[in-house]
C-alpha cells in the first residue's frame, strides 16, 4: 500500500511559466520552483488547471512536467494532473510522469461531451492502468459540469492505485462523504482555497489550491493552526485569505494574471497568461500594491 504521509500537508497548483512572448519557459519554470522551495510547502501540483493545461498542446504539457520534475524531484512531492480531452493524449501524458518520477497521477474527468459514468470510470481506469503510479481523483464539477458521486467514488477505489480524491466542489460535505467513503487509508485534498479551514475540519487531510503560491505562508500557518487544533486562531487566518481571494478576482483579467502580476512584484517572473485568458489592465496595475500589502499584512499578523 502507498504511505500516504508524502502527500500531507500544502500542495501548491503549478502556474504556467511563460517568456516574454507567451513561450512554456525552463529557467521561470525553475524560478517558480526555488520559490516554492524556499516557502517549506510539502509538493506541488503540476499542469493542472492552475498550469492553464487545457490552453497547452502536448509536447507543452510535456516539457512543463519535465522542467518541474527535473528541479523538484526528491526535493518535495510532485503530483502530475495528466487530464486531457482524449484518453489517449492523458495515457501518454501519464507514461511521461512515471517516467520522470512523479509520485502520482490526477485527472480531471472527460470535457465538452456529457458521459455517462461508465465511459468517465474507462477513462480513469484506462489512465491508473497505464502506470504503477498512485491516482488521484480531481472532481471539479463547476468547470467541466461532471459531479463525482460517492458510489463512482467506492467502486474506483476497489483498485488499490486510487489513492485519494481532490475536491474542489464548494460544498464541505462532499469532503465528509467522500473521506467517509474512503477511511483513513485514502487521502482527500481540499480543493476552493476559500474553504481551506472548513474543508480541514470536515475530513481533509491537506490542501491542493490555485492562490497557495500566492501566500503560502498563509496557507502553512492555517494548516498548522489546525492541527494543533487551534481553532480561533485557524478561522481567524482563513478570514483574511478571503479578504485576499476576493481582491485577487476583483480586478479585470484572469485571477492567474493577477497572481503573477503579485509575483512579479516579489521578484518572480513566470510572464503572463495565455489567451484567452486575460492579463491584467494598465488601469488595474496601480491596485496590485495594495494587495500585495494585504498579503504581507496577514502574513505580519499571522505568521511572526
Not at 191 to 212: C, H, K, L, N
Not at 226 to 233: D, R, Y
Amino acid at each position: 500500500m502507498t504511505s500516504l504521509e508524502k502527500f500531507y500537508g500544502i500542495l501548491p497548483a503549478f502556474y504556467a511559466c511563460y517568456d516574454d512572448e507567451g513561450n512554456i519557459s525552463e529557467e521561470r519554470t525553475y524560478d517558480l520552483c526555488e520559490y516554492l522551495l524556499s516557502k517549506g510547502v510539502q509538493g506541488v501540483y503540476v499542469g493542472g488547471s492552475s498550469g492553464e493545461c487545457i490552453y497547452h498542446n502536448l509536447d507543452e504539457r510535456k516539457a512543463v512536467l519535465t522542467y518541474a520534475a527535473n528541479h523538484l524531484k526528491g526535493k518535495m512531492t510532485l503530483i502530475a494532473h495528466v487530464g486531457a480531452p482524449s484518453t489517449r493524449d492523458s495515457v501518454e501524458l501519464a507514461k511521461h510522469a512515471a517516467a520522470l518520477g512523479y509520485d502520482a497521477l490526477s485527472a480531471i474527468p472527460p470535457i465538452y461531451f456529457k458521459l455517462p459514468d461508465s465511459a468517465v470510470y474507462k477513462y480513469w481506469s484506462d489512465i491508473l492502468e497505464s502506470t504503477s503510479l498512485p491516482f488521484i481523483i480531481y472532481n471539479i464539477p463547476q468547470t467541466t459540469g461532471y459531479t463525482l458521486s460517492p458510489a463512482l467514488f467506492a467502486k474506483l477505489l476497489e483498485n488499490k492505485k486510487v489513492i485519494g480524491v481532490k475536491n474542489s466542489s464548494m460544498p464541505t460535505m462532499d469532503i465528509e462523504r467522500f473521506k467517509r467513503v474512503g477511511g483513513a487509508n485514502v487521502i482527500v485534498f481540499n480543493g476552493p482555497d476559500e474553504q481551506f479551514v472548513s474543508g480541514r475540519v470536515m475530513g481533509a487531510d491537506a490542501g491542493i489550491g490555485g492562490t497557495y503560491a500566492s501566500m503560502p505562508e498563509l496557507f502553512l500557518q492555517a494548516n498548522e493552526f489546525v492541527k494543533a487544533g487551534k481553532f480561533s486562531e485557524a478561522t481567524a487566518i482563513q478570514s483574511d485569505i478571503n479578504d485576499i481571494i476576493i481582491a485577487l478576482c476583483s480586478l479585470d483579467g484572469s485571477m492567474y494574471a493577477v497572481i503573477k502580476e503579485v509575483l512579479r512584484r516579489k521578484g518572480v517572473n513566470i510572464g503572463g497568461v495565455r489567451a484567452p485568458l486575460e492579463n491584467i489592465s494598465e488601469a488595474d496595475a496601480g491596485r496590485i500594491d495594495g494587495i500585495i500589502q494585504l498579503i504581507d499584512q496577514a502574513i505580519d499578523h499571522h505568521c511572526k
